[in-house]
């Protein structure tokens, strides 16, 4: 890829995936598919009733509301984003479900004042979209107070796979995994956790879970189409599919179709979830 084609890419693809209606709405089905393995890491880490809790690139509350649930009634959240767009929805479902220990604040990660304020501080599938990582995680642990529990959740892309293949399926990962790839971030950032945490002068514990389902589950092809269509601008523009060889007006009937045709057992993207402390003794 040209250089020039790079920076202009890599720039408007800080969140690859956008801030569109749809993109939002994406975000927001996401939640179930999602929640029990974020739910236990949060809970493997040490999130507990009373403590004070930062969501980083919180979207539009998906995180945040699990965070609210096991901090309870006595704790505090705080979600961060640069998208005022899904912070509206944050606030609006935090309302609905009467989670008032919930709030949030339309700002960069790296312009936020007060991370000596938390007990903690959390963030799922933000570190993929970050240039560096290390670096991100490096600052969070400078500025935040001692014992301060520094929790990230990201994903394996490339570990998705179905027994026996399901070629239309593995086609359409490939190409996310190919876009990301492109505009320079780690789609299996989750295997670079560890890494990211030791750069950055902790020393994590790190857990990994799998969503394992039948051909017959339509959710995870819900996920892939919507994934695709929201990525569906910047693929044509590197030049990796055009709209007419995605077809994503009739991908999730096609997913659904391939998939039925056979007994398929299918293996989502790994989720890993790493944690540490700040100020905790680093061992070599």
């Known amino acids: 890829m040209r250089n020039?084609?790079?920076?202009?890419?890599?720039g408007e693809a800080a969140y690859v995936l956008g801030h569109s209606e749809r993109e939002l709405a994406r975000l927001e089905r996401q939640a179930g598919f999602f929640a029990e393995a974020t739910r236990d890491i949060?809970?493997?880490a040490g999130l507990r009733p009373g403590m004070r809790v930062l969501d980083v690139g919180c979207?539009?509350?998906d995180v945040t509301s699990i965070a609210a649930d096991l901090v309870g009634p006595s704790g505090e959240v705080l979600g961060i984003d640069i998208s005022a767009e899904a912070l509206g929805i944050a606030e609006a479902r935090m309302r609905a479900s009467g989670r008032s220990q919930a709030r949030f604040l339309a700002s960069p990660v790296e312009a936020f004042e007060g991370l000596d304020g938390f007990d903690a501080i959390i963030g799922r599938f933000i570190l993929v979209h970050m240039p560096d990582p290390a670096a991100v995680l490096s600052t969070l642990a400078s500025r935040a107070r001692a014992r301060t529990l520094i929790a990230f959740i990201e994903m394996d892309?490339?570990?998705?796979?179905?027994?026996?293949?399901?070629p239309l399926l593995e086609a359409n990962i490939g190409r996310i995994i190919e876009l990301y790839r492109r505009v320079g971030r780690q789609m299996d950032m989750g295997s670079h956790l560890f890494a990211a945490y030791r750069a950055a002068g902790l020393d994590p514990q790190l857990a990994g879970f799998t969503r394992i389902a039948s051909g017959r589950e339509e959710a995870g092809f819900e996920f892939v189409t919507e994934s695709v269509r929201s990525l569906m601008p910047f693929m044509g523009k590197l030049g990796i599919a055009t709209p007419e060889e995605i077809g994503i007006d009739t991908l999730y009937e096609r997913l659904n179709a391939e998939a039925g045709a056979g007994e398929h057992c299918i293996f989502y993207p790994r989720l890993v979830g790493a944690w540490a402390a700040t100020g905790a003794v680093v061992t070599k």
């Open 59 to 61: 979207g539009v509350g």
């Open 157 to 166: 892309m490339s570990t998705a796979t179905a027994i026996p293949p399901l």
């Open 4 to 10: 020039d084609e790079n920076r202009e890419t890599s």
């Open 42 to 44: 949060l809970m493997r």
